[in-house]
């Protein structure tokens, strides 16, 4: 992002040849003789009064003569004196009488004033010079100067505490600052009408830049919190009880311990005390047996029998992996789905200690560490990249079923990523179109390199999802959909990818019961078959689980009961998430992020 100087307007050009000749004496002289011209061979010609009326009003030297009497015309000084001439006759025709109505119509008054103006060129501040000095890093630095009337700038600022710095954090849709396209979010404002604005109070460059309003941002919750069970909060009849996901407006944070705030969606106005990010107690209450929090364990702690299934590996683990073939199942594939990385999934759980999940770049990540994240109002526009989408949902919910199905209803707009293995090219496949088939040397040399977003072993073969395999199908000009294990969420939560997250979650199990009737699915002992009454209990079961530890990163939720419902649902889901304003994390407009 450019660095900026606000200020003040300049004048545009009005870059017509005709009009610049007009204003030439030679060349007005050349086009009234063309006009003569062209009268008289009108009339010479024998032709009726329409048409030479018409060929008249169409004729291009008209439009030259009349822009520069336009233009020369003063209206503003010369309507009073139409309209007293008007009032002076002592029976005024009928016309006369509909333009003086016309002229004393405030509206036309404006118009013609306008008029003027523009035809003077009499508008815009006097731009202040450029300044003498600029710093070295100029090429960096980007000077906005904006004619600011009285409505707001239609743009909000946000201080980075730690530096001092001030950023554009949002840039209103159909404000000043948006229709003049020249700030976007995340530019750094350095200087105000030649004034300095780091480490200025907000207050203070609010006021400089006459912002009008000042809105503090929404925070999504990333924990769940009751008053009642926490001990360090003065007055839990005060406190105000939240949940993951739940969008809080801050409204006071004066005292550094408990902020003020309300629900954004909420139909209470009242707000309530919160725990603040400062909070240095807050570990009590983030403690209590009733937190569902995660606790996710450093990849150093990793036991000897994880060490196939577990993605933090070394080079010789890894080599380890390869030759160390665990050779359980017939590998069940589809073209271009995945389903030796799911049947590995499915092997890697019934491995991992509960709690406990490792197998992406990202994953040792405590989401513990944040109580609030800071969203913005995020709308794409037409050029940016689509936004990844991200489906999630318990093993056998159905997450690849509306995949699947969404792609080949329009394979033209969706497209899954294509996976890497190190299995061998089958007849009838073609490199780059179901997998990306390399050696296990590349395989491992992505491997060290962070380039999987996960991957995992079948049947002696490697298999990952590479972040790249995301730009390619953006490359190709479609979106982007992926199923994604939830503690694979922090790897694609990018700038770059914007996700948008969607849980698929099952109705209850009886419905379940209902709906699934002939369908397969991979069961616990990798081989496909028919569901059992305990696999819809399994289901709700894991869909709870999973929603209470990752509900906060849901976008959108939807329940796969009949799928013909569940498909038009995901396909609406997904227009909202490209095509209307959605809350993102803040932070993805930071500058320093990734
Ligand atoms: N709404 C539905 N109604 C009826 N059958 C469904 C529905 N959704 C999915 N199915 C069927 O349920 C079975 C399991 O679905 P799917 O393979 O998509 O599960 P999954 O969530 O991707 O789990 P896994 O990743 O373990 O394969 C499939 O046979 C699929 O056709």
Redesign the pocket.
């Known amino acids: 992002m450019c660095n900026f100087i606000l200020k003040m307007d300049k004048t545009p050009k009005f870059p017509d040849d005709f009009h610049l000749r007009c204003f030439n004496y030679v060349g007005l002289a050349q086009i009234l003789t063309e006009v003569v011209e062209e009268v008289r061979l009108s009339i010479d010609r024998e032709v009726n009064g329409a048409d030479l009326l018409y060929s008249l009003l169409s004729a291009p030297w008209l439009y030259s003569l009349l822009r520069p009497l336009f233009s020369f015309f003063h209206w503003s000084s010369a309507v009073p004196q139409i309209m007293a001439s008007v009032r002076g006759l002592a029976a005024p025709s009928s016309e006369a009488q509909e333009l003086y109505i016309l002229l004393k119509c405030p509206h036309m008054q404006a118009l013609l004033s306008a008029h003027d103006s523009v035809a003077q060129r009499d508008y815009g501040p006097v731009l202040p010079p450029l300044p003498d000095k600029l710093p070295d890093n100029e090429e960096a630095m980007r000077i906005v100067c904006l004619v600011k009337n009285k409505q707001p700038l239609g743009a909000t600022i946000r201080k980075n505490e730690k530096t001092g710095n001030f950023f554009i954090a949002r840039v209103i849709h159909g404000g000043l600052a948006d229709r003049s396209g020249l700030l976007y979010p995340g530019d750094k404002l350095v200087e105000v009408n030649g004034q300095k604005v780091r480490g200025l109070q907000p207050e203070h460059v609010i006021q400089m830049l006459n912002l009008n309003f000042w809105v503090n941002y929404p925070f999504n919750s990333m924990v769940d919190y009751s008053p009642l069970q926490d001990p360090a909060i003065p007055c839990p009849d005060a406190g105000m009880a939240f949940s993951k996901g739940d969008l809080l407006k801050i409204v006071d944070q004066r005292d550094i311990r408990w902020w003020q705030a309300r629900k954004l969606h909420s139909a209470s106005l009242c707000c309530g005390l919160i725990p603040s990010t400062n909070h240095k107690q807050r570990e009590l209450w983030w403690s209590q047996p009733y937190q569902a929090h995660t606790c996710i364990r450093p990849c150093t702690l990793i036991t000897h029998t994880d060490t196939y299934t577990h993605r933090c590996l070394n080079f010789c683990a890894l080599f380890k992996m390869f030759v160390g073939i665990i050779n359980e199942n017939k590998c069940i594939e589809t073209a271009g789905f995945r389903h030796s990385l ?1 049947v590995w ?2 092997k890697s759980y019934s491995k991992r200690k509960p709690s406990c999940y490792s197998c992406g770049v990202s994953s040792c990540h405590n989401t513990s560490a944040t109580l609030y994240e800071e969203v913005v109002h995020y709308q794409r526009h037409i050029d940016d990249p689509p936004r990844l989408i991200v489906l999630i ?12 199905r969404l792609i080949k209803i329009n394979p033209n707009t969706y497209q899954g990523p294509i996976s890497h293995t190190t299995r061998s090219q089958k007849m009838g496949e073609k490199n780059g179109r179901e997998y990306h088939f390399v050696t296990k040397e590349v395989f491992a040399y992505m491997v060290v390199n962070h380039k999987f977003l996960e991957y995992g072993e079948h049947n002696g073969h490697m298999y990952g999802t590479s972040l790249d395999s995301f730009q390619d199908v953006l490359d190709n000009g479609k979106i982007c959909v992926i ?1 994604l294990e939830p503690h694979c969420i922090h790897s694609v939560r990018t700038k770059k990818l914007k996700p948008y997250i969607i849980f ?1 979650r099952p109705p209850s199990p009886a419905r379940m019961k209902q ?2 009737k ?5 069961s616990n002992r990798y081989i496909k078959r028919y ?1 059992y009454d305990k696999d819809f209990e399994e289901i709700e079961e894991a869909s709870r689980t999973m929603e209470a530890k990752y509900r906060q990163y849901f976008d959108c939720v939807i329940v ?4 013909q419902d ?1 498909c038009m649902d995901l396909f609406t889901a997904i227009q909202h998430a490209q095509e209307e304003p959605q809350w993102i994390p803040a932070s993805w407009f930071a500058p320093d992020h990734p």
């Open positions: 799911r999934r499915r949902g318990p093993s056998g919910v159905g997450v690849n079923e509306l995949r699947r199923d698929v709906t699934r002939d369908p397969h699915f991979l569901f796969n009961d009949d799928l569940s």
